[in-house]
């Protein structure tokens, strides 16, 4: 019987924190290993590891997966939540890619001076509300369903929400304006394995504060922009 994948990221969201939600949203137990020192990261290095020399990383079923896009792409399939067929998954891909975007715009906000924060925050406002959350809004709306591709729960539903989550905390009413994803969002935070990750004492990471940063920054030796992926 195969163990439990075994996570290697910082005690902290990244690019990790997508693939503890899909894992989570699977029902699927899992262990983490938290780089805290250069020596860690060195020895998988060593070890070859770390294919590309990169983080995250992830053992599961046998393998040493980087590549966010990857694994999520391998536990969507793995678990059933990449739809029925190929236009599903296609569909499921674009809209995953499309959160990605206002996701990145998020992840590299703890890294920021406070002055560049407050352009950040504004700027991560603006392209969730005239740029994304319309879409998903004229999505849901159109073709009435309860998830965003097709009759099924699956990776774009779990990437959405973690993705309305990171806007709302930057600005708490970001989704007035947007009944469909109010609706959608409490569909989908009701699904029960969501609903578990969602509470407290879960593996889910909280907002990134300057001891994540100070670690990442350690770690990778990279003070003026982000090396893990």
């Known amino acids: 019987m195969a163990g439990k994948p075994k996570l290697h ?10 693939i503890r939600w899909l894992l989570a949203a699977a029902g699927v137990e899992f262990e983490e290993e938290f780089l805290e020192t250069r020596e860690q990261y060195e020895k998988l290095l060593q070890d070859g590891s770390l294919l590309f020399q990169q983080v995250s990383m992830v053992e599961i079923d046998g393998m040493k997966m980087v590549q966010t896009r990857a694994v999520l792409s391998y536990i969507a399939a793995k678990y059933n939540l990449y739809g029925k067929d190929l236009k599903e998954r296609a569909l499921i891909d674009m809209y995953v890619g499309g959160t990605d975007d206002l996701m990145g715009f998020i992840l590299i906000f703890p890294f920021l001076s406070a002055e560049d924060k407050e352009k950040q925050r504004a700027f991560i406002v603006e392209k969730a509300t005239s740029r994304y959350f319309p879409e998903y809004e004229k999505v849901l709306k159109d073709h009435g369903q309860d998830f965003l591709v097709g009759k099924n729960f699956s990776w774009a539903d779990v990437h ?33 394995t969501i609903k578990k990750f969602l509470q407290p004492g879960s593996q889910r990471k909280p907002v990134p504060d300057d001891k994540y940063v100070e670690t990442v920054r350690r770690v990778l030796c990279v003070y003026d922009g982000m090396k893990a992926n």
């Not at 990221?9 to 997508?18: A, V």
């Open 9 to 18: 990221y910082f005690d902290g969201r990244g690019k990790m924190e997508s």
């Open 160 to 192: 959405l929400l973690e993705a309305i989550l990171m806007v709302e905390e930057k600005k708490s009413d970001v989704l007035t304006g947007f009944p469909q994803l109010q609706a959608f969002k409490a569909r989908i935070s009701s699904i029960p």
